[in-house]
């Protein structure tokens, strides 16, 4: 079978750092992404990984176990612009990407 | 430089009616896709096509019909329109379609705001 859990929503303060995590079962694996989508526009690529560790990107690093079917996005120095949903995605079986239902995120002052 | 674009971006219908969606990448990907988001905000894959030909369709009622006239393009034509059918649609690409073990990143266009009413 496929899923893939995410918390539905999170609150941080400008500044702060913040985790999301999402647990993933998957028919076979062959990476996991992560997606940015702020309300009404496209999601955007932020990042892939297929093996376990941790790769940095600026601001945002991504997290993977393969062996505890778990990722996390970490966003550091948080802005205002980086309120967005967050939506933890893999490839399962035949479909190309299977979505998690996105991580809602409110940074405030 | 737009790299998945769709038109329209808001289509509003009245039940019954039939309508198309058109989307063009211009990023020389061999797979498109179509993707449904629903009111909760769930994003579900309805098809893809690699270098015009279908290679997934994922339980979408047969309402529902892709073309794809170029690797290019590739656009969705709905039928007898139901309100159930509100939702937005994305378009996306990538360069080829998973192959033993290897995937690609999906790139999404703007999305097209369906409205059934």
């Known amino acids: 079978g496929q899923n893939i859990d995410q918390p539905t929503e999170m609150t941080a303060t400008e500044g702060a750092i913040v985790q999301i995590n999402c647990t993933y079962q998957?028919?076979?694996?062959?990476?996991l992404f992560w997606y940015q989508q702020h309300a009404g526009e496209a999601p955007t690529f932020l990042s892939y990984?297929?093996?376990?560790g941790l790769e940095e990107k600026g601001r945002f690093s991504s997290f993977l176990s393969r062996s505890k079917g778990y990722s996390y996005l970490l966003l550091k120095e948080l802005q205002m612009k980086d309120s967005a949903s967050y939506l933890c995605a893999a490839p399962s079986g035949n479909t190309p990407l299977v979505f998690g239902k996105g991580t809602r995120l409110s940074v405030i002052a | 430089d737009t790299a998945v674009s769709q038109t329209p971006k808001y289509l509003v219908t009245q039940m019954g009616n039939d309508k198309s969606i058109k989307c063009e990448q211009n990023l020389g990907h061999d797979t498109m896709y179509w993707y449904k988001q629903d009111s909760k905000k769930f994003l579900k894959i309805m098809f893809s096509?690699?270098?015009?030909?279908?290679?997934i369709n994922e339980t979408v009622p047969n309402r529902f019909s892709p073309k794809s006239p170029d690797k290019a393009h590739l656009n969705l034509h709905i039928n007898s329109l139901e309100l159930g059918d509100s939702a937005v649609y994305f378009c996306?690409?990538?360069?080829?379609?998973?192959?033993?073990?290897?995937?690609?990143?999906?790139?999404f266009g703007p999305g097209t705001r369906l409205t059934v009413l």
């Open positions: 996306a690409s990538s360069r080829k379609k998973p192959s033993g073990g290897v995937v690609y990143t999906q790139y």
């Open positions: 990984n297929v093996l376990d």
């Open positions: 998957t028919s076979g694996f062959n990476g």
């Open positions: 096509y690699n270098n015009k030909e279908l290679i």
